[in-house]
């Protein structure tokens, strides 16, 4: 028997991907911008990023950059968008995988 992927397993994986780490890039150039004193992201980008499905992204930079861990809406909204994301995502592998 051969385990078989479908394309679009594939292609959503790879979108996640991708955008997770884009998501990670915008987070930790922040951070290089706020110790500069350089001109910042908007936290309105970073959330689009997180809610398009990059929370994973913006949540690891969080912690390994240790950057807006103290904001609250980024403490518990990114933790809530990638509960989103989770779900949304969750529920297009499931659909396609009917």
């Given amino acids: 028997m051969t385990l078989t992927i479908p394309a679009i397993d594939l292609v959503l994986a790879?979108?996640?991907?991708?955008?997770?780490?884009?998501?990670y890039a915008i987070m930790a150039s922040d951070k290089r911008r706020a110790?500069?004193?350089?001109?910042?992201?908007p936290e309105r980008t970073l959330f689009i990023w997180a809610a398009a499905g990059g929370a994973l992204g913006i949540w690891a930079a969080m912690r390994t950059k240790r950057h807006k861990t103290q904001h609250a809406s980024f403490k518990f909204g990114v933790p809530a968008l990638?509960?989103?994301?989770?779900?949304?995502?969750?529920?297009?592998?499931y659909l396609f995988n009917r």
Avoid: D, E, S, T
Avoid at 82 to 93: C, E, T, W
């Fill in 14 to 23: 790879g979108w996640l991907i991708v955008l997770n780490a884009i998501a």
């Fill in 82 to 93: 990638l509960l989103l994301n989770i779900a949304v995502y969750g529920a297009l592998f």
């Fill in 35 to 41: 110790r500069k004193g350089r001109h910042r992201v």
